[in-house]
């Protein structure tokens, strides 16, 4: 992670430390491509709102629910290659040592998967990048029709979108609580949700006619027979039930647009 360090000399110094002490301001910037939209939960070192920036994605860890609250990632021709499945399930070594990593046999005989926020499907172009995709930080537990139907579904379609030429910034999680697995060490979310960010073309401009997908999906077996756009919703309305602010860093004039619109496939 690259940071931004602002050169201040002598008593202007000063003034500015103080400043930042009373406003709890810092100098470090992120500048992960993947939260170049903005960290939808401020997340920081909260140990329930945990940023952990990698380089094939940023997410905010939940250590007392034992999943991420959300996951972040920029999907675009580059991240797209011929790499198969790396199917190497592993704790996250960089969470914080008062946090509990969860296996990959946490998951075993409770009837979820070990669901993908960031595909890996979406980081098939180097050995290193799919394999970061199956950190446990990035699974959570999900129920087979999802996963592997609805959910599979709207990650394939995403990548469809790239290969017609758009850029995507995606960011994904869970939502309530269905149950707890693993000892009670992993919240099983009863929704999952999605919100995508769709480019006309890498580096467009964004403008009120910019494109949004959003999905508010139930993590169980009803979904079985149906299709993901079944469970479109607008942005607004996975905020609402997230209490997390999406997409930030647009100018809110154009964020408000864009962001109360249904999208219709």
Known sequence: MKT???AIKGDSLITFILILSLIGCSTTVSRSIHLKYGNPSQANNNLNNYLIEKPQYALSYNCEAGISNWVSWQLDPSWLGKIDRADDFRPDSSLPEKCYAVKPNDYRGTGYDRGHLAPSGDRTNTETDNSATFIMSNMIPQ??????????????????LVFQGHELYIVA???????KIAKSKVTVPEYTWKVILVLDKPGAEITDQTRTIAVWIP????????DWRDYIVSVDDVEKKTGYDFFKNIPQKIQNTIEEKTDRV
Do not use: F, H, M, Q
Not at 143 to 160: A, G, M, Q, T
Not at 219 to 226: G, M, Q, Y
């Open 219 to 226: 993590n169980s077996e009803k979904v079985k027979n149906t």
């Open 4 to 6: 931004s360090r602002i």
């Open 173 to 179: 999680g869970g939502a309530g609580k269905a149950e």
């Open 143 to 160: 129920s087979p029709p999802s996963n592997r139907e609805v959910w599979r579904e709207l990650e394939e379609y995403s990548r469809d």
